[in-house]
């Protein structure tokens, strides 16, 4: 029986940073600047004023303290608040191919492989930059891989189902090594006018190399002992950008042509729905939550993160066994819980239990339990 390890992880991050303070004061000139241009309609009950935002509100809110983006100073001019990112021609690399590459090198280079090694790309995440060719093409073009690729979306899931799908592959003979990639341009969806979400986004990418246990070294990465998927249609977490934007111009440029979510509903419903699949995936695999060393959640708001680790453990989760990277990187989508992977796995000995969950739009839910080999 052939048996799936994650060998390797990489993780490309923007350099430029906005923190919740310059994030804010954009936003208030860009209220202030609003409400004075329409001050007559707000006098006479036509047009509602805009309310100030505050960093205090932000971290209470999520736990974000700052987040990396791929263009700070269109975002933070308040008579843009979106980020800059120019047109590349057809000959020039794509933004998601470059970040992608980049940490597709660290991946390989920590599991101690070649591009030659490789067979299969998948690009998961939660936009992509363009309908076609498929960007993970272009990645295993500009990687030199010889096989295959494709593109996959499933939201905030998108890197777990794509671990999936790689575990697959690889058990099933059809790769020996599948990179699993994850360029999140979250900016890019995210309507900085609106102050109930202007501060969640980050843009971040990540990578994951999955390998036949049989051409790893000894004790070297993590083996996938099993992988749970769950979906449930929810419009509480939407985006409504599209190729038939363009055939109703009534809708272009609207606020659900961006991330749009009904934050309360997501977290009343979103969570128990988490901690039901991790705690039914631990008993299918005979574990118990006990069992686990660490819990790699999606980061995407701290208080979500705190309550369903509490749910599955029965208890609360100290910050090792559910580490928290929001507070640096803010919510990347898909690239969160392995971002959190990447940087709280070295410390783990052989033995040691963990599950990477993600969960998000859709509904969807994506666990992974793997053990330290």
Partial sequence: MIKAVISGTGLYTPPATISNDELVEAFNQYVELFNAENADAIAS????????????????????????????DGILDPNRMKPYIPDRSNEEPSVQCDMAVTACREALEQAGKSAEDVDAVIVACSNLQRAYPAVSIEVQEALGIDGFAYDMNVAC???????????????????????????????GHLNFRDRDSHFIFGDACTAILVEREEDTREGQGFEILGTSLKTKFSNNIRNNFGFLNRADESGVGKPDKLF????????????PL?????????????????????????????????????????????????????DEYANTSSAGSIIAFHKNKDDLVSGDLGVICSFGAGYSIGSVVVRRR
């Fill in 45 to 72: 009950g036509d047009v509602t004023p805009l309310q100030p935002s505050s960093s205090s509100f932000i971290e209470k809110a999520s736990g974000i303290k700052r987040r990396h983006v791929i263009d700070k």
């Fill in 157 to 187: 899931s998108s890197a777990t189902f794509g671990l999936q799908a790689a575990v697959n592959s690889v058990e099933n003979g059809s790769a020996r090594a599948v990179l699993v990639v994850s360029p999140e341009i979250c900016s």
């Fill in 260 to 271: 749009v979510q009904q934050g309360r509903k997501v977290f009343k419903e979103v969570s």
């Fill in 274 to 326: 988490v901690a039901e699949t991790i705690q039914k995936q631990l008993q299918s695999l005979s574990l118990a939550p006990d069992d686990l060393r660490r819990m790699w959640l999606h980061q995407a708001n701290l208080n979500m993160n705190q309550l369903i680790a509490r749910k599955v453990l029965g208890r609360d989760a100290t910050e090792e066994e559910a580490p928290v990277i929001l």
